[in-house]
């Protein structure tokens, strides 16, 4: 079946939609990793399932999640503090916070087992009053803080985590709980401002501590019977710590003995069970960053089809009158359709590269897209000896054209460059104005929201109704 100029004008408007939504989605991938929003998103739904920012930093802390982004820590910078007062200087030493854009449930369900299984000792108590010092510290954005302050107080948190997978009344374990008070108090004489700080933090987790043992022996867990035992023990403290986030995991291990089967640890089913809610909340999250990724999918696709002019109304227009250009379009479409798998990653190329890429792909091509800067006095808008002078005007009438005179709007006068300059497509157009053109860009800003996969298989089928066929493969079934 052969559409003729319908399916080459088709063809050709497709071609142009599915480079436009590649370079779309360079520039969206570009964005979202500047902003970390994927980041972002997954740090805002911890907390919700947390329920609780000391125990959000806590899992962010933890080795195992640290260990998806951060480098190893190092030892407190030798750099005399004095070098640390000057905002030039602690601008090259200031390490940006990063956090994983994504986290398998597995390192989920681990670090959140860890944390669970130590969150009625005091070393874990001290360790969330730290970690929240170090955060408040980073937040504060108009007291500078020295980078050697929050290396101290990660090492303190590392120190911390330490005593706390040790506690268990040993004199090994209580001389680990000594070491980081005192290594705590040490800090506080090294810097007095914040000497406050660190004391209510050790007052409050010496409370909350006596608060959970009070807790514990009045429900009469035991202790150090089996790993799950420990779980038990460490939910039970989180009602002191965070009440929600206890009750989230009260209802997630209720009554799991019911559900184990042969060879199953209650450990193991618990940690399923906080592994598919896990997965859960992720879908939740994926569903908010699609509806972001498309809603910024149409805006940068209007941004860039209005600064590259990319009118679709216009286009569709011009390949119907001008068949040698369709037809070559259609052919590049048709050799494009091969080279697609190899093409670069979305995200992996600067918003300047992804312009020069989508250009280059309609390089030799006379296509309206684009635009100029004509002067007033361009011999275009001067009269001939068969008709009238022509104007540059946003709503062209007679043998006027389509464009944007700055000259009437004295932007002019203050950009030098604009002066006596109007903004007009690449190819003079009598037939359009500044309303149609915004439609035009509109559908091209719709079409690139779509995606490059959805508009490939829509071209793969107009290629093969216009004429070219299966294969001689496919008609053999082989």
């Given at each position: 079946?052969?559409?003729?100029?319908?399916?080459?004008?088709?063809?050709?408007?497709?071609?142009?939609?599915?480079?436009?939504?590649?370079?779309?989605?360079?520039?969206?991938?570009?964005?979202?990793?500047?902003?970390d929003k994927r980041a972002r998103d997954l740090e805002d739904a911890i907390h919700e399932m947390l329920a609780n920012p000391n125990l959000k930093a806590q899992f962010?802390?933890?080795?195992?999640?640290?260990?998806?982004?951060?480098?190893?820590?190092?030892?407190?910078?030798?750099?005399?503090?004095?070098?640390?007062?000057?905002?030039?200087?602690?601008?090259?030493?200031?390490?940006?916070?990063?956090?994983?854009?994504?986290?398998?449930?597995?390192?989920?369900?681990?670090?959140?087992?860890?944390?669970?299984?130590?969150?009625?000792?005091?070393?874990?108590?001290?360790?969330?009053?730290?970690?929240?010092?170090?955060?408040?510290?980073?937040?504060e954005e108009k007291v500078p803080v020295d980078q050697a302050v929050i290396i101290e107080l990660n090492l303190l948190s590392d120190l911390a985590r330490g005593a706390?997978?040790?506690?268990?009344?040993?004199?090994?374990?209580?001389?680990?709980?000594?070491?980081?008070?005192?290594?705590?108090?040490?800090?506080?004489?090294?810097?007095?401002?914040?000497?406050?700080?660190?004391?209510?933090?050790?007052?409050?987790?010496?409370?909350?501590?006596?608060?959970?043992?009070?807790?514990?022996?009045?429900?009469?867990?035991?202790?150090?019977?089996?790993?799950?035992?420990?779980?038990?023990?460490?939910?039970?403290?989180?009602?002191?710590?965070?009440?929600?986030?206890?009750?989230?995991?009260?209802?997630?291990?209720?009554?799991?003995?019911?559900?184990?089967?042969?060879?199953?640890?209650?450990?193991?089913?618990?940690?399923?069970?906080?592994?598919?809610?896990?997965?859960?909340?992720?879908?939740?999250?994926?569903?908010?960053?699609?509806?972001?990724?498309?809603?910024?999918?149409?805006?940068?696709?209007?941004?860039?089809?209005?600064?590259?002019?990319?009118?679709?109304?216009?286009?569709?227009?011009?390949?119907?009158?001008?068949?040698?250009?369709?037809?070559?379009?259609?052919?590049?479409?048709?050799?494009?359709?091969?080279?697609?798998?190899?093409?670069?990653?979305?995200?992996?190329?600067?918003?300047?590269?992804?312009?020069?890429?989508?250009?280059?792909?309609?390089?030799?091509?006379?296509?309206?897209?684009?635009?100029?800067?004509?002067?007033?006095?361009?011999?275009?808008?001067?009269?001939?000896?068969?008709?009238?002078?022509?104007?540059?005007?946003?709503?062209?009438?007679?043998?006027?054209?389509?464009?944007?005179?700055?000259?009437?709007?004295?932007?002019?006068?203050?950009?030098?460059?604009?002066?006596?300059?109007?903004?007009?497509?690449?190819?003079?157009?009598?037939?359009?104005?500044?309303?149609?053109?915004?439609?035009?860009?509109?559908?091209?800003?719709?079409?690139?929201?779509?995606?490059?996969?959805?508009?490939?298989?829509?071209?793969?089928?107009?290629?093969?109704?216009?004429?070219?066929?299966?294969?001689?493969?496919?008609?053999?079934?082989?």
């Amino acid at each position: 079946m052969n559409l003729g100029p319908i399916g080459e004008v088709a063809i050709g408007i497709i071609f142009v939609w599915i480079v436009l939504s590649m370079t779309t989605i360079q520039f969206q991938e570009w964005i979202s990793t500047r902003l970390d929003k994927r980041a972002r998103d997954l740090e805002d739904a911890i907390h919700e399932m947390l329920a609780n920012p000391n125990l959000k930093a806590q899992f962010y802390d933890h080795p195992v999640i640290r260990s998806l982004t951060a480098k190893k820590r190092k030892e407190p910078s030798r750099i005399p503090p004095w070098f640390y007062r000057y905002p030039i200087l602690r601008g090259f030493t200031k390490e940006k916070r990063k956090l994983p854009s994504y986290i398998p449930s597995q390192q989920f369900s681990l670090a959140l087992f860890d944390i669970i299984r130590t969150a009625g000792t005091e070393s874990s108590l001290i360790q969330q009053g730290i970690l929240k010092i170090r955060d408040d510290l980073q937040n504060e954005e108009k007291v500078p803080v020295d980078q050697a302050v929050i290396i101290e107080l990660n090492l303190l948190s590392d120190l911390a985590r330490g005593a706390a997978a040790t506690e268990a009344g040993t004199a090994f374990t209580r001389n680990s709980l000594a070491l980081l008070k005192k290594k705590a108090e040490e800090f506080s004489l090294k810097y007095p401002n914040l000497s406050p700080l660190m004391e209510a933090a050790l007052d409050e987790a010496k409370s909350r501590k006596a608060d959970i043992n009070n807790l514990l022996k009045n429900r009469k867990i035991p202790k150090g019977k089996d790993p799950f035992t420990d779980v038990e023990r460490g939910i039970a403290a989180l009602s002191v710590i965070s009440p929600e986030f206890n009750q989230t995991l009260n209802a997630l291990l209720l009554n799991i003995e019911e559900y184990i089967t042969g060879g199953e640890t209650k450990l193991a089913k618990a940690r399923q069970s906080v592994e598919k809610w896990f997965d859960d909340s992720m879908d939740r999250v994926s569903g908010v960053f699609k509806r972001y990724s498309q809603t910024m999918a149409l805006i940068i696709g209007f941004v860039i089809a209005l600064i590259v002019n990319v009118d679709s109304i216009t286009l569709t227009l011009y390949l119907w009158r001008e068949p040698s250009v369709r037809d070559i379009l259609a052919a590049k479409a048709t050799e494009f359709q091969l080279d697609l798998p190899n093409q670069s990653l979305p995200g992996q190329t600067s918003p300047y590269n992804a312009i020069q890429d989508f250009r280059d792909q309609f390089s030799g091509l006379n296509l309206p897209i684009g635009w100029t800067l004509k002067d007033k006095e361009d011999p275009l808008f001067q009269a001939s000896n068969s008709s009238e002078s022509s104007a540059c005007k946003p709503l062209p009438h007679g043998n006027d054209y389509f464009g944007v005179p700055f000259y009437d709007y004295g932007i002019s006068q203050n950009i030098p460059f604009l002066k006596n300059k109007c903004l007009m497509p690449t190819q003079p157009d009598h037939s359009t104005n500044v309303f149609i053109k915004l439609l035009g860009i509109l559908v091209t800003a719709i079409a690139a929201r779509q995606g490059a996969p959805f508009w490939f298989d829509i071209l793969k089928r107009a290629v093969n109704l216009r004429g070219t066929g299966p294969s001689p493969v496919e008609n053999t079934g082989k």
